[in-house]
């Protein structure tokens, strides 16, 4: 109680106090962003049918990476985009039993570095490299078969037929596939690593394995209040140090 009291009185402090900063340093308003560039969750959002790969696309980051790439080269991208069918026919819990990291490879997966048009997977070379990295077996290789007009993809976990073109603008293609790509080295069972550095620590039960903050849908209230008193500290500290400095 004593905390959160705190935590408050001292947000409303801070709150006061950037307020004088930035009026009495009269920042210049910043300029609207400029038009154009490409936003991978407006298309998806568009096509409709992609709200778990958009939810993971925000939570992981990995949507703004994909924005910055695209305008920061002139590759190109190309994403596999599971529909939401696909991700609900995982087994249940698959996406909470990852870490934050794995959620961000299992994302990275479904993204090769370059713009392809269905014509052009034809003469990809297997595995193709994906931006989750090493393509190695047990690793994160992806390989694309092609006969016509039809292209497959398999990691060794899933195969599946590549589906129809979402959106293309020879910078960013996006295909529609109808089941997630389990990359091996997230979902493939390990031989028992000789070191005793405890790779993956499997989550057994959800209270045994202790949540980190960042975990998502999983944090408790009662925690989120006791991080909070925690960060109320946190802000107070801050708070004495930015008078400090500016008064
Ligand atoms: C991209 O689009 C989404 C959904 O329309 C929006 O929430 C987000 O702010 C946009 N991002 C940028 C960088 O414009
Ligand atoms: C996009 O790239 C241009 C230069 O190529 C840069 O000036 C601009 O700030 C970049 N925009 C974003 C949103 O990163
Ligand atoms: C793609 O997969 C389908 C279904 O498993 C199969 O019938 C077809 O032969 C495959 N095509 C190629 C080019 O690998
Ligand atoms: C991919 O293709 C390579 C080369 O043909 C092969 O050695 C490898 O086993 C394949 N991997 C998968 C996951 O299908
Ligand atoms: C995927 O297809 C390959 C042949 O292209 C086959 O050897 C393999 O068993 C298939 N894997 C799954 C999980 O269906
Ligand atoms: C949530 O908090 C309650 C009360 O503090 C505790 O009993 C429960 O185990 C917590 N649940 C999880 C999922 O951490």
Redesign the pocket.
């Known amino acids: 109680m004593i905390k959160q009291s705190l935590f408050s009185l001292s947000t409303l402090l801070l709150v006061l106090f950037l307020f004088h900063c930035t009026t009495t340093s009269a920042q210049p308003a910043q300029a609207p962003a400029p038009p154009g560039p490409t936003n991978v969750t407006k298309i998806l959002e568009k096509a409709g049918q992609f709200t778990v790969l958009i939810r993971l696309l925000k939570s992981t980051k990995v949507g703004d990476q994909i924005n910055q790439q695209l305008n920061d080269s002139n590759n190109g991208l190309t994403l596999f985009a599971p529909t939401d069918n696909a991700f609900s026919s995982l087994k249940s819990g698959t996406l909470n039993a990852l870490t934050d990291q794995q959620k961000v490879q299992l994302i990275q997966f479904h993204i090769l570095p370059n713009f392809l048009s269905l014509t052009n997977f034809q003469t990809v070379s297997n595995p193709v490299r994906t931006q989750a990295g090493d393509t190695g077996p047990g690793e994160f290789p992806l390989n694309v078969?092609?006969?016509?007009n039809?292209?497959?993809v398999s990691s060794g976990l899933v195969?599946?037929?590549v589906g129809g073109s979402v959106y293309s603008d020879n910078q960013l293609a996006v295909y529609q596939v109808d089941s997630v790509l389990l990359p091996q080295d997230i979902f493939a069972p390990k031989p028992p690593a000789p070191a005793p550095a405890p790779a993956q620590p499997k989550a057994k039960t959800k209270k045994k394995t202790a949540d980190s903050p960042a975990a998502d849908a999983t944090d408790n209230e009662s925690g989120a209040l006791s991080l909070t008193a925690r960060n109320g500290m946190l802000v107070s500290i801050g708070f004495a140090v930015i008078a400090a400095l500016c008064l």
Request: aromatic share 0%; charged share 0%; net charge neutral.
């Open positions: 078969t092609t006969s016509g039809q292209v497959n195969n599946t037929t």
